[in-house]
């Protein structure tokens, strides 16, 4: 894993339209902001949920420990949540192919992998984070409120969950356009910022729609390849 500071870097051996890789189309990242917007609030809504379920509401008791314990998490998650998105990649995120980013002017951190990988596991090193950084914290602090009858750790975790789930907005509207866009057997990779995927060789997609039962190909009314998701008239026009 190396550490880089500045935009995602681009790999200069890889050239996706000539290679045949499809571009993943995606809006503009101001529009891609936006559309993050609501997913934001739909993560807190439903973490709020699974809280409220689980997580039996008790007083603090070490109000000192709290503290800390909520400053280490403001200081470190973001960190950690990119460290989480390296790992999943191939290679543990041992390869040279792995690095972290920092984007000061920005404001930008992340995780890049330089190298194809199948679809599935593409979606999982986005969903990482999510899991392990707000859902897993849920259950543990389910599990530490019952054993300690103590609020102390449960309001710790409250703030990882909560704000790792804002931040993970952009992850989880990126796990919806993948799972949209791209067959599940498809390989993808990444060319700095934007997002490429290509079928292996032999392999073929047909359309589940019943007017566009056609492999992937360029014509119209099958510009959505992915089978069994249903396409809108807008992606038919
Ligand atoms: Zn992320």
């Not at 056609?214 to 809108?232: F, K, Q, S, T």
């Amino acid at each position: 894993m190396r550490f880089h500071l500045g935009a995602i870097p681009e790999s200069p051996d890889f050239h996706p339209e000539e290679e045949g890789w499809q571009s993943l189309r995606e809006p503009s990242p101001l529009v891609f902001q936006l559309w993050a917007l609501p997913v934001a609030i739909l993560n807190v809504v439903v973490l709020a949920i699974l809280w409220k379920a689980l997580v039996p509401s008790l007083p603090i008791k070490n109000g000192a420990l709290a503290g800390i314990g909520v400053l280490i998490v403001l200081l470190s998650f973001i960190l950690v949540h990119e460290i989480i998105h390296a790992v999943t990649a191939p290679g543990w995120g041992l390869s040279n192919h792995t690095l972290i980013g920092a984007w000061p002017q920005k404001f930008v951190f992340y995780a890049h992998y330089d190298g194809a990988m199948s679809r599935n596991r593409f979606i999982l090193v986005f969903a990482m984070p999510f899991l392990l950084l707000s859902v897993v914290p849920i259950l543990i602090a389910a599990f530490a409120a019952r054993l300690t009858q103590d609020g102390t750790i449960p309001v710790i975790l409250q703030f990882l969950v909560f704000i790792n789930g804002l931040c993970a907005c952009g992850d989880i509207l990126g796990i919806a356009m993948f799972a949209r866009q791209i067959p599940a057997s498809a390989q993808v990779r990444n060319q700095g910022w934007r997002t490429f995927w290509k079928m292996e060789e032999g392999s073929e997609v047909v359309c589940r729609l019943p007017v566009c039962r056609l492999p992937v190909c360029r014509l119209p009314v099958c510009r959505l390849p992915v089978a069994g998701v249903p396409v809108m008239l807008d992606d038919l026009i």
